[in-house]
C-alpha cells in the first residue's frame, strides 16, 4: 500500500496511487469493503463510473402509472414497516404531489428494513403491479437524500435533473456507499481534479476525435451537466481506454516485427507434391491467404498471423502447406490444437499424407505414454519428427525441439496470449499461425488478437449446399426420428449430439449414455450406433471414429466432443439434443461437422421448454443464419466478450468502461490513432506524445505486461 499522501507546501496532497482509506469518511473498514469490488486507489474511485443515470424529466408522476408497465418513480417516505401478511414483507409507501405507490420486498427484509426513514427522498425502477392498489415488488431503489438534511446545501450534488446510479453491490450499501455515499466521497476529488489528474491524451486526438478533455469527462461522469453530457462523458472515459490497449498491441506488433525471423525458402517441390495429392483445388480465398502466409515466412522478420474463416472454410489444408514450407528449409513444424480429440483428429487427416511425402509425423498429448512417449521426444528432439500434433503437451518443459521454425496454434477461442508466448520461447523466434475455429467478431480481433496481421477466408469450397436448419420441440421425437431413419435410407450417415458441462459432467455423460443405450434397443435396432464421449480412452475413440469414417456406424451418439476437427462427407444429418443449453457459436460449429460433403444436409435443434429469451434469440439465429461471421457477431452481442470466450483463461483484456459490442466505433478510432502514433514515434518520445508515455507507464505497463517501450 502506498504512503497516504505526499507533502507540497506545508499541506498533504492526495495523488491517484494513494489507498481510498486516506479519504475523509472512508478509512479502513470501508476501505476493505470497496476493494472487495475492485476500488483500490483513489483513481480506482475516480474510474467507478455511473452504471446508468435518471434524468428526472424521464421519471413518471405517481397518478400516470399503469399497471405491467416498467418505470420509475420520485417521492418522499410516507410511512414504512413490516406489514402483517402470511408471508412477512417491508413495505414502503412512497408519495410525489400526485398519488402514492408501495414498494414491497419480500427478502432480504432484514437489511430493507432499517434504511428508510420518513421523508427520505427515495428513486424506483420496477414493474408495477396490483395487489390492493399499485405496487413495485424488490424494485431498483436509491435512497436520493436523507431527510434529516433535507435544505441542506450538500443535497443538492444529489438532487440535480440527472441522478447518477452507481453499481452498488448490498455490501456498500451497509457501508452507506450507496449511490449517494459514492457521490458524497468522490465531490472533494473532482473539485480539486486540476491537481489529481493531467490530461492523457495530445490535444490533437481531443479534438480531432471530438472527445472532452479528460477532467471535464471525470466531472461529468459522475456530476453531470445534462444528458447528453453523460455520454460524452463516457465516451471519452471509454476511448481512453480503449486507446490504451490497442497502444499495448501496436508496441508489442511492432516489436514483434522487430524480432529477426527466420526466411523460409519459397515453396518448392514438397509443396507442391502435396497440392498435388489433393482430392481438389484450392479456392481463390485459400489461395490468397496461403500467399499473404508465404509471404510472411519469406520474409525475415518474424509472422505472426491470424487466420479466419468460417467452419469448413478449409483451413487445415492453408496450416498444412505453411508447415510443409517451413519442412522444407529445413525447419519443424508443431500444430497445437486445444483437445486431444481435435489433436487426434488432425493426425488422422494429416499424418498419412504427410508421411507419403517423407515427413515423419508424430502425436504428442497427455495420453502418450510410457514408452511411445519416450520415442516421441526423443524424435522431436533429434529432428527426424518433422510436423509435430498435439495438445498442451507440446509446450511442457520436457519438449525440446530440434528446431521449431513454425508454430500453428488451432485456437479454437481458448488460447491465450500467454500460452502462445511460451510455446514461441521453444524455438529462435519461430513464426506464428493462429487459427480460429469460427469467426471472432472484427471488434474483438482487434482487442484480442490486435497485435497479429490477419488474413480471411471468406468462401467456402465450392459445391456445399446450405445445411437446412429446423427447430423442433421435444414432444416431436417421433418425427425427428423417422426423418433420420428416411436419410440412413439414403445411405447416409448421421449424429446425435448431447451436451455436457463441466459443471454437471456426471448428470450429463449419464444421459447420453442412456439415450444411447434407448436409441439402440428401442428406435434404431437394426442399425449400427456407437457412442463417442470424452472418458472413453484416446486409442478406442480413435478407432471409433475411424469406424465412423468407414461408413461402419450408421449413427454416432456423441458428447460435444465431436464439436471440432471431425470431418466425415458422408454424414448429413445432425440432431441436436438439447440445443438451448448450447451457446450460439458452439452450436454453429456443431452444426459446421454436416455440410462437408456435396449432399444436402440437415440440422435438427430439439429445444425443451421452457426457453429463455436468449435461447430463443440463439435458436433464431441458428435457424435463419448460416453465414459464421453474422452468427459471431450475434454471439457477442448476446453474450459479451467474457462469456463468449468461455470461462477459460482467454488472454482478453479487462475493460472497465468500454464495451466492445457497443463502442465498437470508438475502438476503430482508438485503434487508428494508437497505431499511428506508434507508427510515427515508437518510443513516444516526441513532445506532443510524452503524456501518452508517462500515463502508460504509470498506469497501463503493468496491466499489459510483456511490452516495452524505448
Ligand atoms: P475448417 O476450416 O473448418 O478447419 P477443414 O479444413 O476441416 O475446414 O475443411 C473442411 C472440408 O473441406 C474438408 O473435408 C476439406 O478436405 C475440404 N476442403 C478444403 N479445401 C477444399 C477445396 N478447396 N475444395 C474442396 N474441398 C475442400
Ligand atoms: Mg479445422
Known sequence: ??????????????????????????GP???????????????????????????????????KLKVGSTVTVIGRVEAF?????????????????????????????????????????????????????????HPEFEIVSKSDRKGNDEELIHTGRIIPLYPSTAELKKIHLDSRGLRRALKPLLDNLTNLVSETLPQRIVSDSNLLPLSKALKNVHFPEDLEMTDLARSRLAFDELFYLELMLALRKKRIHREKGIA???????????????????????????????????????????????????KTIVALVAMLMAVESGYQAALMAPTEILAEQHYITIHQMLESLGVKTVLLTSSVVGTEREIILDQIAKGTAGVMLGTHALIQKKVDFFKLGLVVIDEQHRFGVMQRAKLKQKGISPDVLVMTATPIPRSLALTLYGDLDVSVIDRLPPGRKTIKTFLYNENLKSEIYEFLENQLQKGHQAYIVYPLVEESEKADLKAATQSYE?????????????????????????????????????????????????????ATVMVIEHAERFGLSQLHQLRGRIGRGEDQSFCLLVANPPLSEEAQKRLKAMTSITDGFKISEIDLKLRGPGEFFGTRQHGLPELKIADIVADAKLLYQARNWAFKIIEEDPNLTQKNNLCIRSNFIRKYKRRFSLVDIG
Open 264 to 314: 523460409f525458402q519459397k515453396p518448392g517441390n514438397l509443396v507442391r507434391s502435396a497440392l498435388k495429392m489433393l482430392p481438389f483445388e484450392l479456392t481463390e480465398a485459400q489461395k490468397k491467404v496461403l500467399r499473404e502466409i508465404a509471404s510472411d515466412m519469406m520474409s525475415e522478420d518474424s509472422m505472426h498471423r491470424l487466420l479466419q474463416g468460417d467452419v469448413g472454410s478449409g
Open 81 to 137: 414497516g413490516m406489514a402483517k401478511t402470511r408471508r412477512p414483507q417491508f413495505q414502503v409507501i412512497l408519495k410525489d404531489n400526485t398519488g402514492f405507490i408501495r414498494l414491497v420486498w419480500f427478502s432480504k427484509l432484514r437489511w430493507v428494513k432499517n434504511l428508510f426513514e420518513e421523508d427520505d427522498l427515495v428513486v424506483a425502477s420496477g414493474q408495477i403491479t396490483l395487489y390492493r392498489g399499485l405496487q413495485m415488488v
Open 1 to 26: 500500500m502506498s504512503s497516504p499522501a505526499t507533502v507540497t507546501q506545508g499541506r498533504p496532497r492526495i495523488k491517484l496511487e494513494d489507498s481510498v482509506q486516506y479519504l475523509k469518511g472512508i
Open 518 to 570: 434407448f436409441l439402440k434397443k428401442e428406435i434404431f435396432p437394426h442399425r449400427r450406433l456407437a457412442l463417442l464421449h470424452g472418458r472413453i480412452k484416446s486409442k478406442e475413440r480413435e478407432s471409433i471414429m475411424q469406424a465412423f469414417r468407414d461408413g461402419d456406424y450408421d449413427i454416432l451418439v456423441a458428447t460435444t466432443v465431436v464439436e471440432v476437427g471431425v470431418d466425415v462427407h458422408n
Open 29 to 63: 473498514e470501508k476501505a476493505k469493503v470497496l476493494n472487495s469490488v475492485g476500488i483500490k486507489t483513489i483513481e480506482d474511485l475516480l474510474y467507478y463510473i455511473p452504471r446508468r443515470y435518471l434524468d428526472r424529466s424521464t421519471i413518471l408522476p405517481m397518478n
